[in-house]
């Protein structure tokens, strides 16, 4: 027997040792039945919190994908431009 686990909003995941605030789900079906989510997240790297980011996802495993590849961007903003750089750009 599977068990469902339901966390209410707002809540910390890590994404590649990077803390992520999921702040807002909101849920969406289309006519044709078709369900995605709305999710609001904030991303915080190396003390820097970034501005609130909005990704539409189909399930749990999509925003995984995607919050990796938005911590994978700023990791490389850090490694092409500094610190100081991903600052101005992320907040």
Known sequence: MESATHV???FSVLIDNIAVDVLEIIR?????GDTFYSVAV???YKGIKSKVVH???KNEADLKNKLKIEVTKIKFLEMTHG???VKSVIT
Not at 28 to 32: F, M, V
């Open 8 to 10: 209410i909003p707002p």
């Open 28 to 32: 969406h079906q289309l006519i044709s």
């Open 42 to 44: 904030r991303i915080n």
């Open 55 to 57: 990704l539409t996802v």
């Open 83 to 85: 610190l100081n750089y």
